[in-house]
Structure formats: structure tokens, C-alpha cells
DNA sequence: CATGAATGAGGTTTCATTCAT
DNA sequence: AATGAATGAAACCTCATTCAT
């Protein structure tokens, strides 16, 4: 018992490591060595949790998708307004994106480059169903502009990863009012 | 004289075997060895053309993004009316992204991962000037939203290159509608 | 335990191989790969031990420089007369260049070539100071010239550097005899 | 004639260029572009002069031990009495060693490593037999003591290669009163 | 379970030399 | 005679991974 806590314990210092230098350095620029040193372990401890370097960086995105989704859909239930839905995922979504900006720095990173594996990415990608479902339903009622998910997503979502990179360089700092104004525009986007 | 002109394919070739070779391995999969194997050339020849790998990238980067900028803006005047020039950029940025696929993936990595010198990219972010001339004039005439330059471009912009991104993938196939459909997503989404 | 003390092998390996190469065949014709084949040991491994290929000839350097010197001093104590003091000194100082060569060649390669730091140049330089100690004892005394350090220097220890090298290109081989004149030579220069 | 004037002053350049750089670098930090680069020409250029790297050094070294010899020996003829003879001789040498710095300070690279061929360190030997003779003839009137050369070598003239180190790496700055003192030490340790 | 030591493979870069002009 | 461009070979060094403890 004891022994499994310090393992988990481990292997979350060794995420952590991870996320940390790939934000900072990139991939390209992190060695097993450095994420070791980072995490208070020796290198040959990390393959004990992974099995490769390759493993690492995928379980460490898989599971940093996975709070991200957790976090986006944590307050709604499918009993909501479309609208009441939309504006309470987006702005779960939006928090994440902005508050927890060492986990959406990563995403953002594994996202545009072949750092994962392609099996990783599509696993990665499963989670978003129940905001496909508010859109599909909002689509039906006339409210949401019949057109692809991928649109959808790419005017209400991915805009948010844009102003978290220009926070995160400190070109903007973004404050309550922008995340209003943000908002608008993104359902001004897709509202019919 | 033909010296000089055999200097200027070969740094050619260099520069697209980057792009080609970052776009489909990453950056940190794409050895200056791998670079001087697509280009024909010998490694130590690089080194002729570029002050190290940063240096190369760091070029490749600028060179990109000035011809993504000369693109955008090649087919705009300032004596358009605020409507007419934004599609007219707009749709020049889309096409860009969407056809020039290459270009337009290599920069999201860039754009997203710290394999870019600092200086580097703020030299790449210089040219977007007569795009924020033009929403001010918009906003001036109370066309477009007072909001900040970030948020329109996030709103507006950088869609286009998760779309761009979800093709890529073949995930998404972009067709005109789409295109016609983005637009007015973009244009909904900072309008008055 | 075991590590530790296989360490110190290792290490005392890589020095000796060091010494070697670099009196047979220069500093610029002993590459770290060359060492390392000496050593029975991988190119790798020598980055464990040592930070460069910098850091690992200046490490050597001192580590050579301290044996000569405490060699040197072995035997003496400040109790002696300037005299006997200057003997058996100088006579330590004699037998360590004209018996430990490989040793005295390597700091003779270091002394005259700009192959070491200049901090472990200064480093290396501490550790005479009995002798010069000895030296102003001397002066005060009247029995050797009030001449600068480095002149005695120069003319008393410095020779044995050149008598060393002629020995080891086969020019000239040092017998008892000529140790008793070079150090009758010592003498003569510096006394009263 | 202009052509041939020409090489020669492309030549000198290339031999000042190298003294220059193995001077302050070290030989095994002194590629054949930084010299071509200092001496204005072409590393393809320096192949017409000579024919490889090793044969610039050793050519160098011959030219530069030429003219220490040329100018250790210009002032003495061999009908001087063995006293004034070797004054004469000591003065031109410490003389050279002391002012023509860069040309003392790269032969005594070259003597103390094997940066130069077995057969031009021979060859540089050579030129010393008029010191040689002198000995001789003092040695059978029983003024100097009946000591090999290399002993006679090693005490009256190896030291100023010494002196003129410590001066050049800014230890100790030699005055006219030091080479007086230094030529009493040195005659003192052969004179009978 | 955990590790420090070790390393083969491969990374970036340099360099002596050649070649086409 | 002179060169800038080119390069194969090799330099130094790093790193993902393994192994003995």
C-alpha cells in the first residue's frame, strides 16, 4: 500500500517533469536525462513506469487530455439549454485553457507537431462527444449553423489555444473581460 | 555567376527539405543528416548556407512567414472599404493555409513549439500590419468589435490553421462551401 | 563499494592514457576516442568522469603538478640548511624529471603550449612555494643572489625540463655523473 | 618578377599568419581556414604554397629556427676569445628570445611537442655548431667545464626560453638588469 | 522497487583537402 | 596562380536505453 503510493507519487512527479520541459525547452530539447533529474529520480527508474521515452510523452498526453475533458464537461448535464450548455462548456473549457496553462501549453504542443503517436492522438480525441451532442441538438432546434463539427470547433474552441499562447508569451494578458468578449465572438461565430 | 546560381537551388532545396522533413517527422526528428540526404548535399554543406541547425530553422521560419504575409496581402489595397479588403485578405489567408499545405503546417509547428529563437519570431510577427490598420478603420466606423487585435485575430485567423491541421490529418476535407461557411464564421465573430 | 573503488580505476585509466597519447603524439593528434580505446573504455564514459575534453587534460595537468610537487618535498623540511635544504630538493626535483618522464614530458607539453586554462595554469603554479621559501631564507642569509624567483627558477629547476627532453628523444642519456654536474650547474648559477 | 614578388609576400603572410595562431591558440586549435583567413588568401591557395598542414608547420619552423640561428651567430667570428665570444653569442639569443617574442615563443611549441616531422627537428638542429666549437675551444683551455653540450645547452641558453615564457604570459617583466643578472647566472654555472 | 554506471548509436559541427572555374 | 564551393572523414559530445547491484 505504502509502496503503491509512492509509486503513483513518482510517476506523477515524472508527468509533471515532463509537461514542465516540454513547455519550456520542447521536445526536441528534453531528454530522458533532464525529466529524471527534474522528477528526483534516475533515468532508469522512468523505465519502470514506461516503457520507452515514446510511452511517456503519450500516457503523459492521454492523460493530460483527459483532465482537460474532465474539466470541460465536470458542470454540464444533457438535461441543459442548448445555449445554457454551450456557454457553461465553453467557459469550463476556457478557464482550463487560461488558468491551467501548463497542461494547455503542452496540448497545444502535442497537438501541432508528430510528437504522438497517431494511435494516442485519436484516443486522445474520443472524449468530446457530449459537446458533438449540445451542437447536434442545437442544429436541430435552428439554433447552431448547420455545418461541420470541425467548424464548430475550430470558431468556439481552438481560438482559445491562440490567446492562451499569446498570454503564456506574454503578448496579452487576458482578463474577465476578455473571456466575455470571447465568448460573444465565438457563439456570434456559430449561432444562427 | 552560375556559382552563384547553383548556391541559390541548393539553399532552396535545403529549406524545402526542412519544411518537409520537420512537417512529417518533427523537429526533433529530423536530423541536419536526414536534411542533407532530401537535399542532395553534404551535411558539411550546410553548414555553407546556414550558421548551425537553430540558424537554418530560425531562416526557414522568417522565409516562410514573409511569404505567407507577401501572400496574404498581395491582392489588397488600402483604398478598399473595410468589408471588401477583409474577405479579400481572409480568403487570401485561407487559401494559403488550405493549399499551400506545406508552408502552412511548418509554421503551426513553429508557431506552437519553442524550436524558434525568440528573435526570430517576433521578426516573423512584423509583417501583419496592414491587417490591424484595416480592423482599426473597421472599428473606427463602428463595423467591427473594439476589441483587442488578439482577439480578432484569434477569432478570425487562426481557425484556419486547426482547419488546415484536421485536413492534413484527413480527418476533414475542405471544400469551397467550407471555405464560404468559415468566412462567415470569422466575419459573424468580430462584426458589429 | 565495488563501484566506487572500479571508478577510481577507471578513471586513473583514462589519465594514463591521457599522458600517454598526448606525449606520443600531441594534444591535437589525441582525439577522445583514442583515449577511450586505451582506456578500454567507451567515448561515452568519459563524460562521466569528466565535463569535456577540456576539463579532462586540465584535471590531469593538476593531478600531474600535485604529484610533482609533493614529490618534490617529499623528503624536505624547513629545519634544513639552505643549503642541504637546496639538494635535496633540487635532487627530488631531478629524479622525478629524469625517472617519472612520461609524467615531466606531459607537464612540458602543458607549460609551453596553450592547451590548458589559464585558471588551472595558476592552479597548477600554488604549490612551490617552500622552495621559494627556501629561496629567501637563502638571500637573507647572503649565500645565494638577490635575484628575482623566476631567475632562479629559470636557472636551477627549468634546465631539467630540457635535460628530460633531450633524454626521451634519445639524444643524450642521463647518467649519476650528469646529475651531479647539472646540479653542480644549478648551484653555481645561483649562489653566492 | 611581379608575379614571383607577389608569392613571396603571400608566403610570408602565410608563415605570420601560422606563428601568430599557434602562438595564441595552440596548433591543435588552429585550422588551415583561420590562416588562410588572417593571411588574406584562399585555404585552396595555401596548397600551392605547401603541401599539406604538416608541411606548412615544419616549414615554418625551419624558417623561424633559421633566422634565430642567423641572428644568434650575426655578430660573432670565431677569431673572439671564448669569454667575449660567449658573451656575444648569449646576448644575441637572449636578445631574440626576449624582443622577436612571437618567433621565441612558437619555436618553443614546437620543441616541447611533436607537432613538428622527426626530420625538421633534426634538420634545426644543425645550425648550433658554432656554439658547439666555442664550447670546445673553452673547455680545452680549461675556462668552461668539461661538460657534454647538452649540459652547457640545457643551463645557459634552455633558460631563457623560460624567461621569455614568464614575460609573455605577464609573470615577470624582463629589464635590462635581469639579463645581466641572467648572463652572470649562466656563465657562472659552465665557467671553471 | 530503485539506481548509478555504462555504452552503442547517432547527434551536430569542424576541418584538411580537392575541384571546377 | 588563385579561389569559393564542396565534401568525406572524423572530431566532440549527447542520449535513450540497459545492466549489475
Known amino acids: 500500500m505504502a509502496k ?4 503513483i507519487e513518482k510517476k506523477n512527479n515524472l ?3 515532463t509537461i514542465e520541459l516540454v ?21 532508469a527508474t522512468i523505465y519502470l513506469y514506461f516503457e520507452s521515452k515514446q510511452d511517456l510523452v503519450n500516457k503523459v498526453y492521454l492523460e493530460v487530455k483527459e483532465a482537460f475533458t474532465a474539466y470541460a464537461f465536470a458542470t454540464y ?8 450548455g454551450f456557454e457553461i462548456i465553453w467557459k469550463r473549457i ?3 485553457k487560461l488558468k491551467e496553462c501548463k497542461q494547455a501549453l503542452f496540448l497545444a504542443q502535442c497537438d501541432n507537431t508528430p ?7 485519436e484516443e486522445g480525441i474520443k472524449h468530446l462527444q457530449p459537446l458533438l451532442d449540445l451542437w ?9 449553423k448547420p455545418v461541420s463539427n470541425y467548424l464548430l470547433y475550430a470558431y468556439t474552441i481552438s481560438p482559445l489555444a491562440f490567446l492562451m499562447l499569446t498570454q503564456q508569451r506574454g503578448q496579452f494578458k487576458i482578463e474577465e473581460k476578455h473571456i466575455e468578449q470571447a465568448y460573444q465572438a465565438a457563439w456570434d461565430s456559430i449561432k444562427l
Do not use: C, W, Y
Open 4 to 7: 503503491l503510493q509512492k509509486s
Open 15 to 17: 508527468v509533471q517533469a
Open 23 to 43: 513547455n519550456n525547452n520542447g521536445f526536441h530539447a528534453t531528454p530522458i536525462s533532464k525529466i529524471a533529474k527534474m522528477a528526483n529520480v534516475s533515468p
Open 77 to 84: 448535464t444533457e438535461d441543459m439549454s442548448v445555449v445554457e
Open 94 to 96: 476556457a478557464n482550463f
Open 115 to 121: 510528437i504522438i503517436d497517431e494511435a494516442s492522438r
Open 136 to 144: 447536434e441538438r442545437g442544429q436541430d432546434k435552428g439554433i447552431i
